[in-house]
């Protein structure tokens, strides 16, 4: 049962436009949310957090809205470079006290000079 | 980038062999990951420790063991390779918080 959802296995943008990454959630539990991105052939790396006491988290050219109603989050790149090509993996957290992730399948996400 | 090193990056072995992944950190972080990655899988966990000699299973644990003798080391070791266990794997580190910080990966094939 997949708890973490990510439905589109991959998004096309141009350079300068507005990327829109999406994530669905089935657990009711998950109270924190993180974005990942990753290059071929280096670890995951970090992007931005989101708590589920707020409902927008912004870093930048990124920002990560959630709704809880919806159990939904996204996140914005806002301009698309060409660096930002990568895969994008969503995760959750049910807090306690060993801070495990669950993880999406990703989206990779390619910006189009 | 947090100090987190993979040894090897690269191994490829014979189906049933033994074989370790070593995950060293420097950054004194209490907490420490296993994770493989697959396509169409994303990212699943297969053990984790809390501390010294604190250990727990995630997802995908079984074939895996690890044992964490030391603050800076947690080690995976697959007892008898099997050609499903073919993966990406990642040591991930955490301080006493969410965000978790990746290794640059183990690419294991058995053959």
């Known amino acids: 049962d997949q708890q973490v959802k990510q439905n589109s296995p991959s998004l096309s943008v141009q350079e300068g436009r507005i990327s829109i990454l999406n994530c669905d959630y089935t657990n009711s539990m998950f109270d924190y949310f993180l974005w990942y991105k990753k290059y071929p052939a280096e670890g995951p790396t970090f992007l931005i957090s989101i708590s589920s006491i707020k409902d927008k988290n912004e870093d930048g050219r990124f920002t990560v809205f959630l709704n809880k109603s919806a159990k939904h989050l996204s996140l914005h790149i806002v301009p698309s470079q060409p660096g930002d090509s990568a895969v994008y993996f969503c995760a959750a957290s049910t807090g306690g006290s060993n801070y495990k992730l669950t993880f999406g399948k990703g989206t990779l996400l390619t910006v189009n000079p | 980038d947090a100090g987190i090193t993979q040894s090897p990056r690269h191994k490829v072995t014979e189906t049933g062999t033994p074989v370790t992944l070593r995950c060293h950190q420097t950054e004194n972080h209490r907490y420490m990951y296993w994770y493989r990655q697959d396509p169409g899988h994303g990212l699943r966990l297969i053990h984790y420790?809390?501390?010294?000699?604190?250990?727990d299973k995630g997802e995908v644990s079984d074939g895996y063991s690890v044992s964490r003798s030391k603050t800076e080391d947690f080690l995976l070791t697959l007892e008898s390779a099997t050609s499903s266990q073919t993966s990406v794997y990642f040591c991930?580190?955490?301080?006493?918080?969410?965000?978790?910080?990746f290794g640059p990966g183990t690419r294991l094939t058995v053959t």
């Open positions: 991930a580190i955490s301080r006493d918080r969410r965000e978790q910080y």
């Open positions: 420790s809390y501390g010294v000699k604190d250990t």
